[in-house]
């Protein structure tokens, strides 16, 4: 078994005991196919138990271990120690998200957003059970599948200069949401979302910087979802002008 | 109580080289509304008859003028190179259960580009 | 203490905890539902099904064939009622699910898709490509995020239940941004914890799988049922035990041994079918207690392929082609090349049996009631029993929503009854106790044992013993090595003493659980001398109807062992018969 040496160096912080988060730093051995998840389990289980972060399926569909790896978003589950063998790797919590504790950071902001889009089916009329299932042609179903694969791992909101700035940007994953539930054929409910999808903080307040999909471990591309929000959004806009809005 | 970590509203795009070339990308934007002015200005010089239209083109001469047009021009073409590999992400065009590649897309657009301009090079007697 | 009152709580927010809340919140809004889970609801471990959920809809396909197959597939130990209950609601919840969102793949029709899947006659899983529990699991956290009487308590540690008169009044939850201690009131618990299969060391199951739910219950004094039947599923990989899909086997893929060969044939599964050509129920289609056993089989005679990580097979699904790949098994090739350093479309790869999910769970009943009125239970955390001795893939994600529902109506119709019955003096005591135990732990000091080595000693010590196959002297040392794990468990100290969102103190309350439920998998299987379904002794190889055509109930006895009790099974139309999965079965 080949093994790898590197440094992490973590930020700590503890509300009860610290002003201010503070690094800290831990020497690791590592097997060679660890990812950076394992290395920081091992840190945990047997040099400093008090270590806290959020992590569960090791396998990047959870959305639990984002972390900042060297100043990038990513997943820790996901991160091949090989990548920083025989250096220092600096971890650090989410960006952009005020930190509850070590790694942990506060998602409330993200949980409210993602509410206020709607992002369920919404029917004019609810089909029956009985009358099957909606029929949807692979064609239809590719045309959303894309914006399915969010795992909500907060990875773009860290990554995302205009968040960073404006608070209120409803921001990526969120919107592009929205964007999912407005592509896919069986739901009835753009104009319901369009109130909140086109105010300032909704799609316009991106800039298209595409940091998002570029640090996206699931390939959304959010980025790309935002400006096809901001195009069918001003259509949906002039729809509601001659009275066509929908709603 | 949780921690907020500062982010400076006046150099977060110095932390990151693609914020940094994202920003100057941006900036682009200024050549264009550059060029709109001076395409204005000689709309207006048109109408305004065959002497106003010569002020015009002598205010288009001299070093820094030209230095102006030529960086207009030159940047000018840098967004639109930007914007074109952006656009198929804006635009995806589905045909039945594939989408058309995006180089397919900006392709399209760089051709309607350059005729257009050929078009209008041909109007002005450049040939 | 902070105090919640709430008409129904429901502990757990993954598949099986949205559906319940949901269909509360549809059917009487005027109630008030708590949803309360240790992470927030897109992190439960439904994320991580891939294959598929199985419900009736091709015109090809009966209800009675689903009946049988899974009656058969789980060896005569599935509740009949529950099984023909269940196989009569799949099809209309999964069209719920496509009512609500759940980007189910297409026939080019645009019907729904179903694929094969191991142990079924005909095909009927229903998948999202290899990301079916995922999008489950996301249209129903985004569904329930319609109804306003659903009222969410994310990152909340779930302690203890408080019960008086034999009726379960609610429980106590840690704040985990806070330490703060909440004392719920409700008039029905319901839990959805999922299962325990962190207590082995290899498993597909993520870390919050560790059965806080049925611990509760446990040491609340119901009796957990069948616990000793743990399904290892046949395909993950090595040193990270992460899933690849029965649906790789669904799509054609093939499993060979050392020299290539296709070595299920010899298990009674046979004979090959050609490659790319499934036959359904046969071959690499068979239970999945069978192929694992296979493994094991092959192991001892050396024809295993050695790694680094120790012994596997191959998984062979380089004859499907790319496309195919890309479109049905994205997921699966993604994770074959980050986490095994392979590409499927390239080479096989090398898998071995992982644990993957307990049959057992808490004893209750068709309607989802546990013994204790007040208290029920759904999904991998219950033991209803639809899935007997061994689950066929593609039922689980399935009997989430089935009896997510019908535990809804049930826990609706308690809670509308006679309102003098909730009676909430007494339980402040039992709260307070409930919160002494944890500032026991937390200011325990003089520890002499640590989290990670108590782990390690009861998951070695389950592989080695209550492993695939099993003898009474494995399990008796097992059952030993437990007793004396939750000696050590109380030496224990925490060195993080904080209360923001303190893990050191969360794994150490989850190890406890584990521990707890350990003991009732070990001693379950030794007092079950005979093989059944996933449960196999070397040294009772046979299936023994007479005697063991029972469930296995174990009780908690504080400190020492359970004590184990037997509880009949359910037959209605389908007499206990021979599980034959070779190409001859009709």
Redesign the interface.
């Known amino acids: 078994m080949s093994e790898i040496q590197i440094t992490l160096e973590i930020l700590r912080y503890d509300p009860e005991k610290d002003q201010e988060p503070h690094f800290q730093t831990y020497p690791v051995t590592c097997q060679d196919d660890w990812m950076v998840l394992d290395a920081m389990n091992h840190v945990k289980d047997h040099v400093d138990t008090t270590l806290s972060y959020r992590w569960s399926c090791h396998m990047a569909v959870c959305g639990s271990c984002g972390v900042m790896i060297d100043g990038a978003p990513k997943l820790a589950c996901k991160a091949p120690v090989r990548d920083y063998a025989d250096r220092t790797a600096r971890i650090e919590p989410l960006a952009n998200f005020p930190i509850e504790r070590d790694l942990v950071v506060v998602m409330d902001d993200f949980m409210d957003k993602l509410k206020r889009v709607k992002p369920y089916i919404i029917r004019k009329e609810e089909k029956s059970i009985e009358d099957g299932e909606h029929r949807q042609s692979p064609a239809e179903l590719k045309k959303f599948k894309q914006f399915t694969m969010c795992i909500n791992c907060l990875c773009c909101y860290a990554a995302c200069p205009q968040y960073a700035l404006i608070p209120e940007f409803i921001g990526p994953a969120a919107l592009t949401m929205a964007h999912r539930y407005n592509q896919d054929s069986r739901d009835q409910g753009q104009a319901d979302r369009q109130d909140e999808v086109a105010k300032p903080e909704g799609a316009w307040d991106c800039s298209f910087a595409g940091e998002c999909s570029e640090v996206c471990p699931k390939h959304v591309d959010p980025a790309g979802a935002l400006q096809q929000l901001k195009i069918a959004t001003t259509v949906q806009w002039y729809k509601g002008l001659i009275g066509m809005g929908g709603k | ?5 500062p ?1 400076s ?1 006046t150099t ?2 110095l ?2 080289r ?2 940094t070339v ?1 920003m100057l990308q ?1 900036l682009t934007s200024l050549f264009v509304a550059i060029f709109a002015l001076i395409l204005l200005w000689g709309i207006g010089a048109l109408a305004g008859g065959p002497e106003a239209y010569q002020r015009f083109l002598d205010g288009l001469t001299g070093p820094a003028m030209v230095t102006l047009l030529w960086v207009t021009t030159l940047v000018m073409c840098y967004h639109a190179i930007a914007w074109f590999s ?1 656009t198929p ?4 065009i ?1 045909h ?4 058309v590649p995006g180089s397919v897309i900006a392709g399209a657009h760089y051709a309607v580009w350059i005729v257009l301009s050929l078009i209008i090079l041909f109007l002005a007697g450049v040939f | 203490m902070q105090q919640i009152k709430t008409d129904i709580a429901i502990v757990g927010a993954g598949g099986a905890g949205l559906r319940t809340a949901i269909a509360i919140a549809e059917s009487h809004p005027d109630l008030k539902v708590a949803l309360i889970s240790k992470v927030y609801p897109m992190r439960s471990h439904t994320c991580a099904a891939e294959g598929g959920a199985a419900g009736v809809i091709k015109p090809d396909d009966s209800l009675d064939l689903h009946f049988n197959d899974t009656v058969g597939g789980g060896d005569w130990l599935s509740d009949q009622d529950v099984v023909e209950y269940f196989v009569n609601e799949a099809p209309k919840e999964l069209l719920q699910l496509d009512h609500w969102g759940c980007p189910w793949s297409r026939e080019s029709d645009g019907s729904v898709a179903v694929r094969p899947f191991g142990g079924m006659k005909i095909k009927r899983t229903w998948f999202a490509a290899d990301k079916s529990g995922f999008h489950i699991l996301h249209t129903l956290f985004q569904t329930s995020l319609k109804y306003p009487s659903i009222e969410r308590f994310d990152e909340f540690f779930t302690i203890d239940l408080t019960v008086t008169d034999g009726h379960c009044r609610g429980f106590v939850a840690m704040e985990m941004k806070s330490g703060q201690m909440y004392r719920f009131d409700a008039k029905a618990v319901i839990l959805a914890t999922g299962g325990a299969g962190r207590m082995f060391p290899f498993s597909t199951n993520g870390a919050i799988k560790t059965g806080d739910g049925t611990a509760m219950a446990y040491r609340a004094g119901v009796p957990t049922k069948d616990m000793e039947f743990v399904q290892y599923h046949p395909t993950g990989l090595l040193s990270t035990g992460i899933l690849l899909t029965e649906g790789c086997r669904g799509e054609g893929g093939v499993l060979r041994n050392k020299d290539g060969y296709r070595y299920l044939q010899d298990y009674g599964m046979g004979p090959e079918t050609p490659l790319g050509e499934t036959v359904l129920k046969t071959m690499e289609l068979g239970p999945r207690d069978r192929l694992s056993q296979a493994f094991w089989h092959e192991q001892q005679k050396g024809n295993t392929i050695p790694t680094r990580w120790g012994d596997s097979v191959h998984l062979d699904m380089t004859h499907l082609g790319e496309k195919h790949i890309d479109e049905r098994l994205p997921l699966v090739r993604d994770l074959s090349i980050t986490y095994a350093g392979v590409d499927p479309v390239k080479s096989p790869v090398p898998i071995r049996p992982v644990v993957h999910y307990m049959m057992g769970g808490i004893h209750t009943n068709i309607d989802a009631e546990t013994t204790m009125p007040g208290l029920y239970a759904v999904g991998e955390t219950a033991c209803a029993s639809l899935n007997g001795a061994n689950r066929l893939g593609s039922n689980s994600l399935t009997e989430l929503l089935v009896f997510g529902k019908r535990a809804a109506a049930n826990a609706i119709a308690y809670v509308r009854g006679d309102q003098s019955a909730f009676d909430y003096s007494g339980v402040q005591k039992q709260a307070d106790k409930i919160e002494s135990k944890v500032r026991e732990l937390l200011q325990r000091s003089g520890g002499t044992e640590s989290i990670a080595g108590i782990r390690k000693e009861m998951a070695d010590s389950l592989e080695n013993g209550a492993g695939i196959y099993r003898t009474e002297e494995t399990l008796q040392q097992t059952c030993d090595k437990l007793s004396e794990l939750r000696r050590r468990y109380l030496g224990i100290e925490l060195n993080d003493k904080s209360n923001v969102f303190n893990t050191d103190l969360y794994q150490a309350l989850e190890l406890g659980n584990l521990l707890e439920l350990a003991q009732t998998v070990a001693e379950g299987a030794l007092a079950r001398r005979e093989s059944r379904g996933s449960h196999q002794r070397l040294d009772h190889v046979a299936r023994d109807d007479d005697k063991f055509l029972k469930h296995t109930l174990a009780y908690y006895q504080g400190d020492e062992a359970p004590r184990i009790d037997y509880h009949d099974v359910v037959i209605t139309r389908s007499p206990p018969g021979v599980r034959d999965y070779s190409g001859e079965a009709k």
């Open positions: 109580m949780a921690y907020v970590r982010v509203k977060w795009y932390a990151k693609s914020y994202h941006e952006v992400k804006a635009m995806p589905q039945g259960e594939e989408f």
